[in-house]
């Protein structure tokens, strides 16, 4: 489950009943189209937090009722008004799905140095590697790993890694 800053499903209005249930005044796009939805995240104090979903009813218009998992009274739920509420991303897409377009990119450094540009993709069980023609002539293989990936450039085509000191420099 991942938060996604872009889909606002509505803002909790007020809570509904005695059983920790809360109303959600609706986004326009989600009049009449209510997607299936396991957790959603709310923005607390400018922060996104998740909450699994144990029941929804959607009685019509601009309205959406939802209930929490072990937010069951009045009290526990009477908080979240006024909370902008998110929908996920549903399961985080693997680095693996679509991996090949990034075959032509090119790679720089966080310290705007260019490593190379991606020649293939290298799938091991459990490591991606990105194999790099570098500017030399030679060849690199480095981890593609979300920790060491800073941005992709779709666009551009231009892929910004941390990589850790000397990680270029090996044979």
Same mark, same amino acid.
């Given at each position: *489950? $991942?938060? !996604? ?31 299936? *939805? ?16 144990? !029941? ?12 929490? @998992? ?38 720089? !450094? #966080? ?7 991606? #020649? #293939? ?5 459990? !490591? *991606?590697?990105?194999?790099? $023609? ?5 060849? @690199? ?9 800073? #941005? ?5 085509? @231009?892929?910004? *890694? ?10």
């Amino acid at each position: *489950m $991942a938060y !996604n800053p872009d889909i606002l499903l509505g803002r909790i209005s007020k809570t509904h009943g005695f059983d920790g249930t809360v109303t959600i005044k609706l986004e326009k796009a989600f009049i009449g189209k209510i997607p299936e *939805m396991e957790s959603v995240f709310l923005e607390i104090e400018g922060k996104p937090v998740p909450f699994f979903i144990e !029941n929804s009813d959607y009685p019509g218009a601009d309205i959406l009722r939802l209930k929490f @998992l072990w937010y069951d009274t009045f009290e526990k739920a009477a908080g979240f008004t006024g909370c902008r509420v998110f929908l996920t991303t549903g399961k985080r897409k693997k680095p693996e799905a679509g991996i090949g377009i990034l075959k032509g990119y090119k790679v720089f !450094n #966080s310290d705007s140095s260019f490593v190379g540009t991606v #020649s #293939s993709i290298v799938e091991n069980p459990g !490591n *991606m590697l990105l194999a790099i $023609a570098a500017p030399d002539g030679g060849e @690199l293989l480095l981890p593609f790993h979300e920790n060491l990936i800073v #941005s992709i450039d779709k666009r551009k085509k @231009l892929i910004v *890694m941390d990589l850790p000191e000397g990680l270029t420099d090996l044979d």
